[in-house]
């Protein structure tokens, strides 16, 4: 019997807070969870900072990673009649599903930005380079490996199998609202997705879904909606994120720079030299951020010992409402305030904004180019949702976007009543406080 | 307004999945929740090695102590008419729910059984020694950090305060059979706390459940009993420890040896002296250990990095059942058996027991002293409660005990087939194997 | 001790599935509960026909009734320190929430339409007339029956009190969207009223909410929403809505023209000359009315027994979609053919039409004159939700209306296949079919 | 295509709240749901009297019939590979479980105690009879209706078949469990059905659990027996099945005695007989109990409408704990001092018990011969539960009785206080009162 079609002896399930549980019967997705770059997954929180803000949202990407394969796996359940379907591309769309974030690092977000980094790179690299997962996948065929790297990529040439795990409602989304929403407690995220998944159909190259299951897509995207501004952008994981962003930026710095470390920062080196290899990349798991946030917060660099401390011991940065448009002046006055009382602004005070796309139809050219949601019509033909909700309607293209200002307020507090600068920044901020 | 009745200007809370909310109005709460000290409880898991079998159990510690405390705030709502109940008695109360188990390390079990610690002589030192939690108790006054280790320590002289967290139906088992079943994702670990904080009442020197509410607690003692057997004893979950605890062992034996380490151990040092300062124990948090496991992977002593690369990638030892009043000759053979193909039995053959006592009455001078669980009847007397319900009643003293045998099946199916040590120890085995 | 300021010796509690649990603690609460026209809301089925779609939705008004007290009951708790506020006026809200459907009568919608009725005069006249709960009333105050209707009927003085049971954002439809959703098992219906709950405060004459709750509130808007549109006008519970509505005509008719009933329909008899005495309505129950429907599935009028077959052995009306704009001349054809075939169109084509504001603020003079949302900003503000939120400003004010045509598609497919009628109504029908 | 192997031409689904949906996808389920016989079971609540104890228990047994057949739905997809396991017979087992209560009437429990009659002779005469059910069942085979009057019977010759729906661990227990916990809101009656399918296999002539899921059963056995002393015995409950019971006794009593009944009692007459058909047995359901109870609450006969008023506004009676072996005498004071105060004891003072058998190996000749649970242990025995299970066995074959005595409190109270007998009545139930 071929790798390919092997069976597992006797179906392994998960435990799964979510789908209740995850089910493996294929012998190459059970020998893909086992491999070491897969079980990584589990040292990587997959919200980041947010469980500084939701203490119960410390769930890994290795949580996430089985909940996409198992919605995927349930979808293909009703795939089984698609012409030109077989065994191979079910393969491939859960090698994908379960493998889509295999590349991200600790605290991603911040790491991409600081050291210019794209964990979709590492997830290509993880799966075609000299890996267990590689080995694993290669069984199966000696293409296989391109193939899975192709969909999660989204160039792979069946656009049906890349808009299982990328589209504006795949099964990556699905998982993570849910999930999310589950471990966080917040009473969002939740919508009928056996509904939705028996509302699927595929026509030509894409998913689409049955008219009669509009309401339940509905509910779904306005779950999204309320995740992304009560859970994802909540002020105060922001608040953590731009800290963790400051403390990479400021080792980068002294290391540039040829400051002398207490404990040599190894595992960053080919970081800050932005010459990061796979090998390296893989050992970068969360315990080694923290356990040097541990070490960084005694060394003697005033700004990196503070920011790390303040990360490890949640002393967070307080924040106030900013509109770029009106009030640069401000801030502009603002930044030589903070120089006036020793405050490096570049540091201490910092702009961070977000911004949210609810759901969009398709617009060539853009960004973010996922396909839009159509609707299987009682007469067959298809049509664009926010052509039939008038509630996805409503939101659809509206883009929404918060800008706040962080700075760490105890500090501003501390300085003496009778410094003039002290009275001028509160009353700055006073204006955007919340 | 003395800091001991001071309110929060406005109620914070948190959002929790368990109990919805956790609400805090005092304080001396927010200023605990806020040291360093109660933060640190983030970077240490509730349920140790237990995410490697169930992947949602990956919650902290931080998460359990709010929920504590928020369950006895809750109980407390019902005590306002107790006589000499006062505003100070309730704080304690709060704080001792809050800081119960401010001491534990990671992998607390392990740690504690390889160095000899216990993590309760470290809450206390932590409540009584130079810390942020110290200077915070110590605002209410003087006596009062005394007073919270006193209830932790059960020596408090109002034994209804110390059964709030330590009896068999107290806050602590309350919070963590809900949420560890929460977290796991398993059906096992619900009851009707509500109704059981309404039928909850303080009778002199203990709180009693009115005789109507009795059904729920059987529930309750029926849900730690499975979850006692289903999670807490799950036998991949102790073979995961049973790695941990060896890799403490060869470490700290190498150590002794005087073996160089290619990363210098420092924060186990003083552990491997067995000279714990607070400082050193304070510091050595869950990442710390994960980061020390993945650069012993990468150490010279095989048997180290084996173990190490083993925990970090759940390559985890099998097991079979093993009945030590029956098997020893079998166990004395597999030792030698080991021994010949250069297996270190010490480390590649360890049993592991468990037991569990679902509930039991008073007897004086056993080890698990806990008070017995008292009804309190229509007519005022109070009733032990084994004596009026059955299922109880059924299970009532009945301690249960499972040993198995680990070791890695891995490496024992990797020796040639014509070595007679492989066939002998499968035969030995595969007579107890599941 | 004054019967106002009476307590219950022990709080008594409702075992509630959506509430978890009912509290009462005062006597005046207990006692209505237990009154005979309290009682009788048991037999009256809060959603009518919806059972006949939504299987689970057997539930009755008494049930909601509980939970719109308990809703009310615990929203107080926050009202403690309003100026001015006494213990009468907390009686006042309860027993406004718990009696303010009182003078529903079995499928209500039908019966009001038919016989020209309106509850709220019933729940004016039970609350005011020689009733147990009006006796129960009058123990508080010789003037409180008159002010618990002056609530419901929205003329008591005090504004604030009247929007706890009639603003868009009120108990009743707090109680309703999550009980409706949970007895029918949608999934949509849900959102945090606890949330919501601790965000409301009463400022001068109306319940505002505090900006910070604004997500809840938007979540609580989208639930109503799809409420209305996925259980409330189901097309098929307007089906048996159709079909009840028109026994009901079919049976006035009948007495009108002087039709010899087999079974004398005694407790209709008011009804029919429209002149309903009190007695008679509260006797009236759903009992009653579904033994008379099998009573007249037997009756010789075959208008008459066919439609009361069909209600009570659920053979339903088919539907098409239908636009009055466009499709006149269809209709006006169609009612012919009837005709022509023998089949009543005045009983057998019926067109029904429903409609939904999901959010309005508030335009003097229009029908459903409710009090727009208000949010209470940071800088104490007041600012109506439209204005603050994208999603309700997108659905805002936006009334949707859907119609659907009525018949009994049985009986034309069983006309012989030559008969020409047959297929032109088929041919008309066809085209709107969903 | 015959009959039996008719697929509907889209699956219908319906909504349940408690196992989200039910499928059906054979045209002769969807036929039986249609017929007039399993309507009318939407017109009879599954829990009888329930409701007045638990305001949430006012589903139908329409209800539960679906849930049973959804369940065994789910079990058979494990059943596939079972030898000489057919389409037929994969339809018998799905009619027999719709349709294993379809002989149940209004509060069946009473009206088979006071007419003697046994609703599984209803079930098997509608099946069998002159009936909608009977034709669409004669569709599949000619002896398809006697094959499942014999599987509801239990005397099909595959023994397997029978077990789905009548063992200790069958499709109808596990769904009555869940759904009498959803709609009452207890927190009993949960465990994971999900689990037990999982492990259920077919062997020989019955099913048996894999060992592995033994702690799934043990819970769900839990659940059964806390639902039986909270739920299905719960004291209230007990009372209005005895008013109901005595109403019932009453009305036979006057018309044996030739009583004239102001509204003719017309559908009860065969009752009274003992002489009940089909017919008159099948139209009367709960909506003509209800509305006879109405009118009799208004009769002459002061008894009569006495019970009928109670029953119809819930003034229920009040119990004593009664001990029949040692309260004897006790009780026969009481009958005596009843009569002396004008109180018929034999409607007004009534002894009700209650027993259930939490678990129980087979034992040949007992009543119950409810087949005992096996597991499948991993060496492919087969082990009966109660032996491998501590719990079970702790509680297993033990058989708890407990009797109440039922009397109208509030006619005692109203006694005037200088008459003796209300003295000493008040003595001795004193002594019993909870």
Chains 1, 2, 3, 4 share one sequence.
């Not at 909940?67 to 077989?86: M, Q």
């Not at 953590?240 to 930026?249: D, G, N, P, Q, R």
């Not at 448009?325 to 120089?339: K, T």
């Amino acid at each position: 019997m071929a790798y390919k079609d092997e069976k597992l002896h006797e179906e392994k399930v998960f435990k799964d807070p979510v789908h209740r549980y995850v089910h493996v019967r294929d012998r190459v997705i059970w020998d893909l969870i086992g491999t070491k770059e897969f079980q990584r997954l589990r040292r990587i929180k997959q919200l980041g900072t947010s469980f500084l803000t939701f203490h119960g949202a410390e769930h890994s990407r290795f949580n996430h990673s089985l909940g996409v394969y198992e919605i995927v796996r349930r979808i293909l359940i009703n795939f089984e009649d698609r012409p030109n379907w077989n065994h191979e591309e079910r393969l491939l769309c859960l090698c994908a599903a379960l493998l889509h974030d295999l590349g991200h690092g600790p605290f991603s977000h911040s790491f991409e930005k600081v050291f210019k980094l794209d964990h979709e790179d590492f997830t290509r690299a993880i799966i075609l380079g000299d890996t267990e997962v590689n080995q694993v996948l290669t069984n199966i065929s000696i293409e296989f490996p391109q193939k899975v790297a192709d969909v999660i990529n989204k160039t792979y040439h069946d656009k049906l199998v890349v808009s299982l795990i990328s589209s504006q409602i795949d099964a990556d989304r699905m998982d993570y609202l849910q999930r999310d929403a589950y471990f966080t407690g917040v009473s969002y995220g939740h919508f009928d997705m056996e509904r939705i998944l028996r509302v699927m159909r595929p026509v030509e190259d894409q998913v689409v879904i049955k008219e009669s299951g509009m309401h339940a897509v509905e509910d779904y995207i306005m779950s999204r909606y309320q995740m992304y501004w009560q859970v994802y952008f909540h002020p105060v994981t922001r608040s953590a994120e731009v800290i963790l962003t400051k403390i990479l930026h400021r080792v980068k710095a002294l290391y540039d720079g040829g400051y002398t470390f207490k404990v040599e920062p190894t595992p960053f080196v080919s970081f800050f030299k932005e010459e990061v290899s796979l090998e390296d990349y893989i050992k970068l798991d969360e315990a080694v951020v923290l356990y040097y946030f541990q070490m960084w917060s005694e060394e003697d660099d005033p700004i990196l010992s503070d920011l790390a401390y303040r990360f490890i011991n949640r002393r967070l940065f307080k924040y106030a409402e900013f509109n770029p448009n009106l009030q640069m002046n401000e801030w502009m006055e603002l930044y030589q305030l903070f120089r006036d009382i020793d405050l490096d602004p570049d540091y201490y005070l910092v702009v961070d904004s977000s911004s949210d796309l609810p759901y969009d139809f398709y617009r060539p050219g853009e960004e973010e180019e996922r396909l839009p949601i159509h609707l299987l019509m009682p007469n067959k033909e298809l049509r664009e949702l926010s052509r039939q909700s008038d509630i996805v309607e409503a939101i659809s293209g509206k883009k929404r976007t918060d800008h706040k200002l962080y700075y760490p307020k105890d500090l501003i507090e501390k300085l003496p009543e009778d410094r003039p600068e002290k009275q001028q920044i509160k009353k700055i901020l006073h204006k955007q406080e919340s």
